[in-house]
């Protein structure tokens, strides 16, 4: 079984809106690391050199010989530091250790005369920041530079680089914060469109499918919201066209209903044989009326799009199966006296539904059949030209008047003035039917100039 897990649209919102701002941050440590560490190094760096100028100056030379006057409490004041360790070493031109460390770590390259370098070393295990500075001795009984190297341990450059970070970092954190709860807030606020819409939804009835006002709707949601009155207007059409057929089918099954009440309750009142065998002969007829009126409420239900829907359509041979039902009909044209005949062609493929087209063709016949008087002709045809596939059943029977044949396909509508029994739902049934399978109807004289002519002409590609 498979789980389907819903998805909050404002969760999703929020998990990806505050997402980005942990990178924002981390790259933010980054960059403000980089500035407290660059800046730190700069200033204690420039005071390393102030401590090796210091030195440089205490530097004489004698007789070409290179010494340090150094007193004790300048020797004092040069080491001292509440934080660090500060360490120094004086090298003569000829790298001699005058004073100070020895095993202090040398540059790679010593600085030309009357500049310095900056670099990095260890001593007993500690990590030094070192600056190495080359003091000329031009003008002096010594020749070259003397090498005045002064190195401090990074305990008060780590210290102050996580003040500056953490200076710089808490009022950073205090505005991810403040982003975070903005995002929180404007995401509520921008989702209350919708809240304002799901309420509109579920505060309707079931008989409510007016549209819903798109003027408060967020614009991205108003596509969906336009969708969704457009189904509702469909659906409401749908409903009421099924109520008017509810009413309809339920208007026209009572009368025949209470004919067939009356005319059993004569007929078991009647003590004479011959006007029980006429109650019974005039109930056998009605009940052949509403059987067929139940049947054509039946195929019309079929016929409905929201029925057709479920239909599978295949593509099937409209000549072949057209001369099939005619077949069928024969004997109902032959006890009328009738010449039923049917003209075929090959090549007359068609994409629809076997049911609901052998319904129509049913529905054709039987119309023509019912309004041709005996010794009449009855033709059903299917040729095709071009992209174009014709379906016709033509008769010489009383005909339609032009007036009137838009409103023959109206549901219960039946012209005055004929003989026949019927329902008024064959060619309602017939143009629904047409309607499903994308088919034109057209309703013409015939070709004699007496009858008329029923066309179905199907669209099919070439």
């Not at 204690?44 to 530097?59: C, E, G, P, T, V």
């Not at 989702?191 to 939804?201: I, N, Q, S, T, V």
């Not at 026209?252 to 109650?279: F, Y």
């Not at 079929?302 to 057709?308: F, T």
Request: charge should be neutral.
């Amino acid at each position: 079984m498979k789980i389907v897990y819903s998805r909050s649209l404002r969760q999703q919102l929020l998990k990806w809106l505050l997402v980005l701002l942990v990178p924002l941050l981390l790259i933010s440590t980054i960059a403000s690391y980089s500035v407290a560490h660059h800046f730190a190094n700069l200033a204690y760096d420039r005071s390393l050199f102030r401590k090796a100028l210091s030195l440089a100056d205490q530097i004489e030379v004698e007789r070409g010989k290179v010494v340090v006057d150094l007193p004790d409490i300048a020797r004092e004041l040069l080491e001292y530091d509440k934080d660090d360790l500060i360490y120094y070493l004086i090298r003569s031109p000829k790298g001699r250790p005058i004073t100070g460390r020895a095993d202090l770590p040398l540059p790679v390259n010593l600085p030309l005369s009357d500049e310095h370098v900056y670099y990095d070393g260890k001593l007993d295990g500690n990590k030094l920041r070192l600056v190495a500075y080359s003091l000329p001795l031009a003008g002096t009984s010594a020749r070259g530079n003397a090498v005045v190297v002064v190195a401090e341990t990074l305990a008060k450059r780590s210290q102050v680089i996580n003040e500056i970070l953490l200076s710089m970092m808490l009022p950073q954190l205090l505005i991810v914060t403040l982003a975070g709860l903005m995002v929180y807030f404007g995401v509520q606020r921008g989702l209350a469109g919708l809240e304002r819409l799901r309420a509109a939804f579920t505060s309707r009835s079931i008989q409510d499918l007016s549209p819903v006002p798109e003027i408060d709707a967020p614009e991205e949601v108003q596509p969906l919201l336009r969708a969704m009155n457009d189904l509702m207007q469909r659906l409401r059409a749908a409903i009421a066209k099924q109520q008017r057929f509810i009413a309809d089918a339920s208007h026209q099954l009572r009368t025949p209903l209470a004919g067939l009440k009356t005319q059993a309750e004569l007929a078991l009142r009647e003590e004479s044989p011959e006007r029980v065998a006429h109650a019974l002969q005039q109930i056998q007829t009605s009940s052949s009326n509403l059987s067929h009126l139940v049947s054509q409420l039946l195929a019309l239900a079929r016929a409905e799009p929201e029925a057709v829907n479920q239909l599978e359509l295949i593509p099937l041979d409209l000549s072949r199966l057209a001369h099939e039902v005619t077949g069928a009909w024969v004997p109902a044209a032959l006890e009328k006296k009738l010449d039923l005949g049917f003209v075929g062609a090959n090549g007359c493929q068609v994409v629809g539904n076997t049911v609901l087209l052998r319904e129509l063709l049913n529905n054709l016949i039987d119309n023509a059949i019912r309004y041709t008087p005996a010794n009449g002709c009855i033709t059903v045809a299917v040729c095709r030209s071009g992209g174009v596939i014709e379906l016709s059943v033509e008769d010489n029977g009383i005909g339609i008047a032009p007036n009137k044949r838009e409103r023959v396909f109206e549901r219960f509508y039946r012209i005055l003035g004929t003989d026949e029994t019927g329902c008024g739902l064959g060619l309602t049934i017939v143009k629904e039917i047409a309607a499903r399978h994308s088919a034109e109807v057209l309703l013409q004289d015939a070709k004699s100039g007496t009858g008329t002519l029923v066309k179905i002409l199907f669209s099919v590609d070439d």
